[in-house]
């Protein structure tokens, strides 16, 4: 009998936080809200001294995450890039600008950064989203740093072709899955758990089964 999907899922969790791994398993991050949530805790604990220990107001968090809205992968990757070494965003507290790291390229592989695997994310549909064929969805897999999805992982089992995979994250983006905090995403990797590629995130029209990698 071939493997299930949810056990194909399960042991890639468990081969991710395995022993000494810096990846932690997050099983409560299940919707959107919660992923805002998580990355405004992370934001708030890295930046005590940027904040002067003060927490983000709402309207504060939302000038956060309007500067996270990308309206293209391409568009998230320049910002990922940072200015020497640091990813940031910035807020207008009364008179002050303050500039927070979200990510600090000297700490990956270490230092403040946090690493976090979830499953079985919500993506909902949205209000605008009149198509018929628009429905509600589960993502598989993904990888986070500082509270961003990062890498975004759709598994099938073995009875299926990796390329099932592709066409599903290729449709996904075409449904408009990928905004919000899921509009930082730089990679998808596709798996049967015996085939897997990745490739590097981009519009449904630009997307082609070409730029996979093994």
């Known amino acids: 009998m071939p493997e299930l999907e949810s056990t194909i899922e399960r042991k890639l969790i468990e081969q991710l936080v395995y022993g000494e ?7 409560d991050l299940k919707t959107e809200a919660d992923l ?5 805790y992370i934001l708030e604990q890295n930046n005590k001294d940027r904040l002067n220990g ?5 309207s504060e968090f ?3 995450k309007n500067q996270l809205q990308f309206s293209s992968f391409y568009k998230a990757g320049e910002w990922l890039v940072g200015e020497n070494g640091k990813v940031q965003v910035h807020v207008q507290r009364d008179t002050e600008r303050l500039h927070l790291v979200v990510m600090n390229h000297e700490h990956i592989a270490g230092g403040s950064s946090v690493y976090e695997v979830i ?7 949205t209000e605008e989203d009149t198509a018929a064929s628009t429905r509600d969805r589960r993502f598989d897999v993904t990888l986070m740093i500082n509270g961003l999805p990062l890498i975004h992982i759709e598994l099938k089992n073995k009875q299926h072709s990796y390329i099932d995979g592709f066409w599903q994250i290729r449709k996904y983006i075409g449904e408009g899955k990928f905004t919000g905090i899921f509009s930082a995403v730089q990679m998808f990797v596709v798996s049967n758990g015996v085939d897997t590629r990745y490739f590097a ?5 630009e997307l082609n089964p070409k730029f996979m990698s093994g």
Not at 21 to 27: A, F, L, V
Not at 201 to 205: F, H, K, L, Q, R
């Open 201 to 205: 995130a981009a519009g449904d029209t």
């Open 36 to 40: 805002w949530a998580n990355f405004k």
């Open 21 to 27: 791994s810096q990846w932690t398993y997050r099983e």
């Open 62 to 64: 939302e000038q956060v």
């Open 54 to 58: 003060e927490l983000l107001s709402d």
């Open 119 to 125: 499953n079985q994310y919500s993506a909902l549909k």
